[in-house]
């Protein structure tokens, strides 16, 4: 579902493409993916998800041959960039699922965006749940 939200007088934050990964029983983490574009430099400070106690910003690198993921603050939105939020790189962590996602479900991600001055802007998503093995 694509949704845009506008904040300070002309800024426009996008996003496409938005997805959550499916989970097998007992599964209580999975990843949520999109791509997020703004008229305007701004960046992603928080998220949130009312169906995981922890929604955080992670960053997937390859060093010295092993992928490591850590959180990260923020991920920048530069103007007019296309940000993909994806396998490998920048994504969302969903932490302690309050119940298994199916393909058909979806799930409802709030972004919160600082652009100039500090100004921020919530950003609501509805992202379906695909297959576990999406990519």
């Known amino acids: 579902m ?4 506008s904040f300070a007088a002309q800024a ?4 496409t493409e938005a997805w959550v990964r499916g989970t097998v029983p007992a ?8 791509t997020i574009t703004s008229t305007e430099d701004a960046k992603i400070v928080k998220v949130a998800s009312p169906i995981a106690k922890r929604a955080e910003l992670h960053q997937s690198q390859m060093t010295g041959g092993v992928n ?3 959180d990260v603050d923020a991920i920048a939105l530069p103007a007019g960039k296309p940000v993909k939020l ?3 790189g920048y994504h969302l962590m969903l932490m302690d699922v309050a119940r298994p996602l199916k393909v058909g479900d ?3 991600i709030t972004f919160t965006v600082e ?3 500090g100004k921020r802007s ?12 999406t990519r």
Not at 2 to 5: G, K, L, M, S
Not at 27 to 34: E, I, K, N
Not at 122 to 132: G, L, N, R, S, T
């Open 2 to 5: 694509a949704v845009a939200a």
């Open 12 to 15: 426009e934050v996008r996003v």
């Open 27 to 34: 599964q209580t983490v999975t990843g949520a993916f999109m």
């Open 68 to 70: 490591h993921m850590h």
């Open 86 to 88: 994806e396998a490998g």
């Open 106 to 108: 979806t799930v409802q």
């Open 115 to 117: 652009g100039k001055g």
């Open 122 to 133: 919530e950003v609501k998503v509805d992202a379906p749940v695909k297959p576990i093995d």
